[in-house]
C-alpha cells in the first residue's frame, strides 16, 4: 500500500471526489496502486472513479497503450500493455471478456506487489459472446476458472452492476438509495480490500461466502443485475439455486 490519507484532511483524494460523493469526514482512505486490464465498459468506469478517488491508476487493453490516450487524458491514469501493467500493483482488476483470460499474457502478476490482491469481474456469456467453456458448462465456477487461468487466487466482484452505474449510482453511505454488490473470495484479508474499495466508490459491499460458493452471483441468479440495498441483496444470493439453465449454456 503506498500511503494512508484522511477524508478529513485537506488531500488529492478528497479534490478529485468532485461532485459524485465526499467522502464522510474522519473516514479513513487508503491510496492504492491499481492495475485494470481491460479498458472497456467496466475497466473504463473504473478507471474513472478510481484515479477520481485519487488512486495511481494503471490500464491495459489487448491494442497497446497508445490506443488508450483519450482515457489517460480524461482520468490521469497511465496506460501500459497488459503484461507491465501490474508492475508493483497492490490491486489488479481482470476486466475483459472471458473468452480472452486464457491469452493473457503468461507472468502478467509476476511484478506485482506480494500481497497484490487480483479482481475478476467476469461472466461467461457462451452464447454471445465467449463460446463454449467446458470447464465451467462441467460446473466449474466462472471465477474458479479464471483463477486456475492465471494461476491466483481472485476476488469476484462488480461483475453483476451495469457498467454506467458504477458512475451513476455511486452514493455516500449515509443516502437511503446505495445499491449494495457482492463480493465473493477464498482469502478473508482480500476480500476485505476489495469490500472497503466498494465502499470507498459508493456502494455497500455484502459478503458472498468463497469462489466455490460464488456461482449465487453468476448471470441467470436472482442477484445478477440487481440493483438493491443489502438486505436485499443477501436475499438474492440465499435464493440462488446452482442450476445453469439453458440460455446460459453453450
Ligand atoms: N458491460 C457491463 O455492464 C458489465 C458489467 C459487469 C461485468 N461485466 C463483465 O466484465 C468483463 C468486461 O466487460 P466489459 O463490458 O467492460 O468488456 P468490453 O467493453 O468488451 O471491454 C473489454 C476490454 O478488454 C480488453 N481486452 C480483451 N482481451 C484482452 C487481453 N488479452 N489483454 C488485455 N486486455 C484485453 C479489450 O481491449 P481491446 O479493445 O484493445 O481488445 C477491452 O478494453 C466481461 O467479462 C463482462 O462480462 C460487464
Known amino acids: 500500500m503506498l500511503a494512508v490519507v484522511f477524508w478529513s484532511l485537506p488531500s488529492i483524494k478528497q479534490e478529485f471526489v468532485g461532485s459524485l460523493f465526499e467522502g464522510p469526514s474522519g473516514v479513513e482512505g487508503e491510496i492504492m496502486k491499481i492495475a485494470i486490464i481491460g479498458a472497456g465498459n467496466i475497466g473504463g468506469n473504473l478507471t474513472r472513479r478510481l484515479t477520481s478517488l485519487g488512486h495511481e491508476v494503471t490500464v491495459a487493453n489487448s491494442r497497446g497503450p497508445e490506443t488508450l490516450a483519450e482515457l489517460v487524458a480524461e482520468t490521469g491514469a497511465s496506460a501500459a500493455d497488459a503484461g507491465e501493467a501490474a508492475e508493483g500493483a497492490d490491486l489488479v482488476v481482470v476486466t475483459i471478456p ?52 492465471i494461476g491466483f487466487p481472485v476476488v469476484k466482484a462488480f461483475n453483476g452492476i451495469y457498467a454506467p452505474n458504477l458512475i451513476k449510482r455511486a452514493r455516500p453511505k449515509e443516502a437511503t438509495d446505495r445499491l449494495a454488490l ?36 453468476q448471470p441467470g441468479t436472482p442477484v445478477y443485475g440487481m440493483d438493491a440495498d443489502g438486505d436485499s441483496v443477501r436475499q438474492a444470493l440465499a435464493d440462488a439455486q446452482s442450476v445453469r439453465m439453458p440460455e446460459w449454456r453453450a
Open 98 to 149: 472471458e473468452c480472452k483470460v486464457p491469452l493473457l499474457p503468461v507472468g502478467f502478476l509476476d511484478g506485482a506487489n506480494e500481497e497484490v490482491v487480483v479482481v475478476d469481474t467476469g461472466n461467461y456469456y457462451p452464447q454471445q459472446r465467449d463460446g463454449l467453456i467446458a470447464a465451467i458448462e462441467d460446473g466449474l465456477t466462472e471465477s474458479r476458472w479464471v483463477s486456475n487461468q
Open 182 to 217: 457482492p463480493v465473493a473470495g477464498d482469502d478473508p484479508r482480500a476480500k476485505n480490500v476489495v469490500m472497503d474499495l466498494i465502499e470507498e466508490l459508493g456502494f455497500d459491499a455484502v459478503d458472498a461466502g468463497s469462489i466455490d460458493e460464488s456461482w449465487r452471483q
